[in-house]
């Protein structure tokens, strides 16, 4: 059938794309079992720990009301640690953390006090019957909470809330011990660093009573920044470190001596993420002599195995042994943030760009991937689906930016031949994440329908590079802005766009980047969409959370000092020169942006005249997880597209309420 852009039916619904919101994550093995989460938006968010048996029976570890995150850093991740059958988990509700597993007479029973201490990125020391973890303490009002290793008794009569085995660093994580239990290394930092920015390598050693001796740093600092340690069955530390500009691969010995794992690494290929959350992991040893690794290339991540005897990546396809030099592979399943291994296999959740992410198990020997749970896909789906085309494109200051772009894709609609689709911009949150290749029904929900999608790694993504991530430093706002911008004007000049119809879109540091285009670059698009955007940059460095509390230094300018840029980029002074369509969703227990910005920005857009729409949701934080906030969204903001470029969308959805819509 011939329908315009934005009008085609299409298979995939709001509901669809909510029930795709299942999130899985945080793998981990136990012995011949395997451990993961799952975010269910049908459970009101809910964060559910999950076991799959060697005998592949899969069982839920954390029944109702069990939430398993914490909100150290706010953003939380390592909320779970298993060992010898037993589960340690935060429990979201209260921060407590809970023991559940073998042998309990109860769900689950409590290891910590009630009380303001939140608890993450746990080790089990099995040999003094204790765990090892974070703690991020709210007790003392007035102050910023205080960060520190603690350890946790599993044996008390009584909760605790843990004795302190090192503080005095803003931040740690990544507390590991060694297999004989004898040293533990961690990662720390201060302020006003991030940890993509600079981070320190810490070891020690653990005496028999518990307490450590002989602390000190043996890499980072300056600079640096390093990711994920942990030890090697030789007693080495194995770490990625940006080092020489990309995060690669070393490993420290007791004898002092850092060295690269790889004696030749691929060029622009980076074995480390930003650490927003706890737990990630790009890296799992497999044996002495063989680590199976996670690492990205202009975007894309995939899966190898080191032989760190030769120091050479070799790649995990289905040969019959992986002894072939190592290559990128587009058909093979793209490893997502969380890693691990046994002797014969990686465990990881994995994702395509035309088939749902699941856990999936992977034989080293063969590369066959065995799915362990996926996520439900009708067939009659896969005609709809786009995939995604990666392109470099010229942006501001002779500099190039990445993009994916999707193109509509519809098995029975068609547009009219002179028609161009309308294209939507999209800038990720962070703003040191990346965009990825993996299926996201939030793109398919649009691209099904008629519109083009870019997907933009604006300068300052990971993946691409410290120096392409140091581009955004002071720049937030303007270099970010301008790849949105060029994306949409590059795409408009080779004739694959509507020029006359570009949105942009975004959510958290992607809703700023969004609210600031349309502000400070009146014209370059039709119409815009923010989710929990920031929109006064001086209000979020006054009222956020200690994890972010210095992250704009970097990004904008140290404050107070530099209170005019903050207000020079803040899209809230500038509503005047506002000229298109906007509109804004904001959760309501949003601690990371305040709810009130996005408030104050609808009802300045609203006097202004222009046609805005404001939706507020309680009981959601920053990132919507109810199953019905993200169907409501979805299907308020198609509507909205729909009203203010004279589409029709299909009489089900739910319109939204939108102030100054010309008649």
Not at 149 to 174: K, N, Q, R
């Amino acid at each position: 059938m011939e329908r315009p852009y934005g009008s085609w039916p299409s298979v995939f619904s709001a509901a669809m794309v909510a029930q795709s919101g299942v999130r899985l994550g945080a793998v981990s093995v136990d012995g011949g079992d395997i451990y993961w989460l799952e975010g269910r938006p049908s459970e009101a968010g809910r964060t559910v720990l999950v076991r799959r048996t060697a005998d592949g029976s899969i069982s839920e570890i954390t029944p109702p009301p069990f939430n398993v995150r914490t909100r150290v850093h706010e953003y939380g991740g390592g909320a779970y640690v298993v060992a010898d059958g037993v589960a340690y988990f935060s429990n979201f509700s209260d921060q407590r953390i809970y023991r559940a597993g073998a042998g309990e007479l109860s769900p689950a029973h409590p290891l910590t006090p009630e009380g303001r201490w939140h608890f993450a990125d746990a080790t089990v020391d099995r040999r003094r019957r204790r765990l090892i973890c974070v703690r991020e303490d709210h007790t003392a009002a007035g102050r910023e909470p205080e960060n520190a290793l603690v350890a946790i008794p599993l044996d008390a009569t009584d909760p605790s809330p843990g004795e302190v085995l090192t503080s005095g660093y803003d931040f740690y994580s990544t507390p590991r011990l060694s297999a004989d239990s004898r040293r533990l290394t961690w990662i720390c930092w201060r302020h006003p660093h991030m940890p993509w920015d600079e981070t320190e390598l810490w070891v020690a050693d653990v005496t028999e009573g518990g307490a450590l001796d002989g602390a000190h740093r043996v890499a980072g600092g300056a600079g640096e920044s390093i990711y994920q340690p942990g030890w090697l069955p030789d007693n080495a530390v194995c770490f990625a470190s940006d080092r020489d500009g990309w995060w690669r691969l070393y490993t420290w010995s007791p004898g002092g001596v850092v060295s690269p794992v790889l004696t030749t690494a691929p060029a622009r290929t980076e074995f480390g993420r930003p650490e927003w959350v706890f737990g990630t992991a790009t890296w799992a040893c497999t044996s002495a002599g063989r680590l199976v690794t996670a690492c990205t290339d202009g975007g894309r991540w995939y899966l190898g195995i080191i032989d760190r005897h030769a120091g050479v990546l070799e790649a995990l396809t289905d040969a019959p042994a992986c002894n072939v030099p190592f290559s990128l592979h587009a058909a093979q399943p793209e490893p997502l943030d969380w890693l691990a291994a046994t002797a014969t296999h990686a465990v990881l959740v994995a994702s395509w760009p035309d088939q749902p992410e699941a856990v999936v198990r992977i034989a080293l020997a063969t590369g066959r991937v065995e799915k362990l749970r996926e996520l439900p896909w009708p067939p009659v789906c896969q005609a709809y689906v786009s995939t995604p085309e990666a392109i470099a494109f010229p942006t501001a200051d002779g500099q190039v930016a990445h993009a994916f772009v999707y193109l509509p894709v519809n098995p029975v609609a068609a547009a009219p031949a002179a028609e161009r689709p309308p294209l939507i911009v999209i800038g990720h949150g962070g703003p040191t994440t990346a965009t990825r290749v993996a299926l996201d029904l939030k793109v398919q929900f649009w691209t099904s329908r008629g519109f083009a999608v870019a997907d933009v790694n604006y300068r300052g993504s990971s993946g691409y590079g410290r120096e392409y991530r140091r581009l955004l430093k002071g720049q937030w706002g303007i270099a970010d802005v301008a790849d949105m911008i060029h994306v949409a004007r590059f795409l408009a000049a080779e004739g694959t766009v509507d020029a006359r119809r570009l949105i942009i879109r975004g959510g958290s540091a992607g809703g700023y980047t969004a609210l600031a285009a349309l502000a400070f670059h009146p014209g370059e698009f039709q119409a815009g969409a923010s989710y929990y955007g920031i929109s006064d940059l001086e209000v979020l460095a006054h009222d956020t959370h200690k994890f972010e509390s210095r992250y704009l230094d970097g990004l904008v300018a140290p404050y107070p000092e530099g209170r005019d840029i903050y207000r020079a980029r803040s899209p809230i002074h500038f509503v005047d020169r506002l000229a298109c369509a906007l509109i804004l969703f904001q959760g309501l227990e949003d601690r990371v942006v305040p709810p009130n910005q996005s408030a104050v920005m609808a009802e300045a857009v609203k006097r202004k005249g222009l046609p805005v729409a404001y939706l507020t949701f309680p009981g959601e934080q920053h990132g919507f997880r109810q199953a019905d906030t993200i169907i409501r969204c979805l299907e308020a903001e198609l509507a909205f597209y729909g009203a203010v470029f004279g589409f029709d969308v299909p009489a089900d959805i739910a319109r939204p309420a939108i102030d100054n819509l010309p008649s």
